[in-house]
């Protein structure tokens, strides 16, 4: 698991370096849900240089994303999860210094996250303005583990026409879906529970536009 650990650490940089072939480098909202996965993958295993790999992830994507929880994947938070982890280990505590040092850069405006939980059959919507001619993304991860679990979600321009949709089940945990707005407008996107227990879940997109009202005005 050790050597499995440091190599996920070593590998950050490479994942968002430039790519030799034609992938894309992954986008703030992509490096935040890898980042959650190695933070989930991390605390399952007790296994700290998880953690650190997943505050770096955090790191590279530009800073801590806004949330309406302070469950927040921050990089502070997630390097104080791992030194409480690390024990005496002075190499961990090594990479957890050397991650610090490159500090945290506070609240991400661009990547905003909000924290929910459905009862069956409720639905809760959400309304965003994007830009035009840009990317829009947004992911939806469930939080809760309840066997069953399962999120409808959809996404709809200001007409009603369908963006992108999925039905999202425990065995997956997290769902992303991008689109390319052409023109600047309000996006809807709604998150139903179709499964038989509550389900909590966690909503990440990328900031909307700047001046909404000038936007659709």
């Known amino acids: 698991m050790a050597s499995n ?3 996920a650490v070593a590998l ?3 994942m968002l370096a430039a790519p030799l072939a034609a992938q894309p480098q992954p986008t703030p909202v ?3 849900e890898m980042a959650a996965d190695l933070a989930d993958l991390g605390r399952a295993g007790r296994d700290p240089l998880l953690l650190v790999a997943a505050a770096r992830l ?3 994507s530009g800073g801590n994303p806004v949330s ?4 927040v994947l921050s990089v502070s938070g997630l390097l104080d999860e791992a030194a409480r982890l690390s024990g005496n280990n002075e190499a961990i505590a090594g990479q957890i210094a050397e991650t610090r040092a490159n500090g945290d850069r506070g609240a991400l405006s661009g990547i905003l996250q909000s924290y929910n939980t459905l009862r069956p059959t409720e639905m809760q919507t959400f309304d965003y303005v994007f830009a035009g001619d840009e990317l829009a993304e947004a992911s939806v991860r469930i939080m809760s583990q309840l066997a069953g679990s399962a999120l409808e979600v959809a996404i709809v321009d200001a007409g009603g026409k369908p963006i992108s949709g999925s039905l ?3 065995r997956e945990r997290s769902v992303y879906m991008k689109w390319n707005p052409k023109r600047c407008g309000r996006f809807r996107i709604t998150v139903q529970n179709r499964g038989p227990a509550p389900v ?3 909503l990440t997109t990328q900031r909307s536009a700047s001046n909404p009202q000038k936007c659709i005005g």
């Open 5 to 7: 650990s440091l190599l």
């Open 12 to 14: 950050v940089p490479l």
């Open 30 to 32: 992509q490096q935040i």
């Open 58 to 60: 955090v790191q590279s």
């Open 68 to 71: 309406t929880e302070e469950d």
């Open 168 to 170: 999202l089940r425990e």
């Open 200 to 202: 909590s879940f966690k």
